[in-house]
Every structure is written in C-alpha cells, then in structure tokens.
C-alpha cells in the first residue's frame, strides 16, 4: 500500500539558517505530492504541491521538487524565520489509493530568535 | 469562496459519554469529506470519509462512527467514549472533480477524555 516516510523531529534551527525535511513515500500509482503545515492549535494547510515527476511545488520561500526515481519530496527553505515554527507534513494522493490522502508523521520544527 | 467549519473547538468529557462533532462546508457542492485524528506528538490517522449522502468507510475499526445526513454535513459521533479517543479531530473536504486534488481543513476539535 501507499506509504510516507519522513524525518524525525523536532527540528531547531536559528534564524536565517537553511531548512530541509526529507519525505519519501512508496505509492502504486502515480501520486501527488504535498506539504502541509499546522501551526500551534490550528487545522493543517496546504504549503505547497506537485503532482507529475520533477515539479517544483513552491510557496513563501519554501520549494519542493517531485524526484521520481528517488521517490522523495524533500522540503527546503533557504533562510528560515521565527514565524515558520510549525509542524510539517508530508502527504500523496493518488487514484489507487482510491479518495485517501496519506500522511507522514510530521516534523516538529522549531526556529530561534 | 469555500469555507469549512468544525465544532466544538474545545470538549472535555468523562469516559462512558456520548460524543458529537460536527463540520459543515459552504461555498461547495458534492465535496468529498474525511475525518482525521491526530494524537498528541502524532501524525495523522484517517478514520471515516465520505462521497456522498449516507455513504460512510471506515478506516479503523473502533467506538467512533461518522454519519453524513446533508451533502455537506458531516458528523462523528461516539455512544461510550474511551480514554484513548482523546486526541485533535480535523475534519477536511476535497473537491470530488479531483480525486488527487489537495485537502481543505477545518479548525480542528479538541477532545479531552477524563
């Protein structure tokens, strides 16, 4: 069945410094891909998405590239800030895994002043 | 535009009660809908989604089952809750055109059971 795997957190970086959270994920078909971010006490948001091998998916700063002979959608940023302190989730979707959205366990990030 | 709500934002309740949530969506018709929980320090575990009126999968056998009496009413509901039904409840829509499309969440429920 269709999985994602991504890094443990939580991850703790100072501001300004360059962030990467790595997915992979085994689908049957062909997904798409997402981030989504939760910040504290709230619903999850769509960050940014692809959805065919080697898009780009970007979004404030963040970017995403589709790598389907690695399987992966890592996550990048290049200067973080305090206001980026979230939890983040990798997640697929595709039409053998019928209408479900799979997602990661999410990676705790936290950003210092 | 599209909106999609959830109540209550907060529960507290005692092992043994009932439980109701409930989402609703504006702006949007025949959505496909999902329930979520999220335990504390956890990913995201899908319980129930739905492609229309009265149809309802289940995910996970439990306590918990989920009822769709409006297309765009959606309700997750308990008879005897348990102390590990505790956890954050999102409730979620997708636009039935695309199947692979990104989700839209609610505000998310909080459920504490003592």
């Known amino acids: 069945g269709n999985s994602v795997t991504q890094m443990e957190g939580p991850v703790t970086l100072s501001e300004e410094a360059f962030l990467t959270i790595n997915c992979t994920y085994t689908?049957?078909?062909?997904?798409?891909l997402f981030w989504y971010v939760q910040y504290p006490g709230e619903g999850l948001q769509l960050l940014l998405k692809a959805t065919k091998a080697d898009d780009k998916g970007s979004n404030k700063g963040f970017e995403a590239t589709y790598r389907k002979e690695t399987t992966s959608f890592h996550l990048e940023k290049g200067s973080v800030q305090v206001s980026d302190s979230a939890v983040y989730f990798c997640?697929?979707?595709?039409?053998?895994?019928?209408?479900?959205?799979?997602f990661g366990a999410g990676t705790r990030l936290f950003v210092k002043a | 535009s599209q909106t999609i709500h959830q109540w209550p934002a907060t529960l507290v309740q005692p092992v043994g009660s009932p439980l109701s949530l409930e989402c609703t969506v504006e702006?949007?018709?025949?959505?496909?809908l999902y329930w979520y929980r999220q335990a504390a320090g956890r990913g995201l575990q899908l319980l129930f989604y739905s492609v229309g009126i009265g149809q309802i999968s289940s995910e996970v056998p439990q306590n918990l089952s989920a009822s769709r009496p409006q297309d765009r009413q959606f309700i997750l509901s308990s008879k005897k809750l348990l102390l590990s039904d505790s956890g954050f409840y999102l409730c979620?829509?997708?636009?039935?055109?695309?199947?692979?499309?990104?989700?839209?969440f609610g505000e998310g429920s909080r459920l504490t059971v003592l």
């Open positions: 979620a829509w997708r636009n039935r055109d695309r199947v692979t499309g990104e989700l839209f």
């Open positions: 997640a697929l979707s595709d039409r053998t895994g019928g209408f479900k959205t799979i």
């Open positions: 689908a049957t078909g062909y997904p798409s």
């Open positions: 702006g949007t018709s025949n959505p496909n």
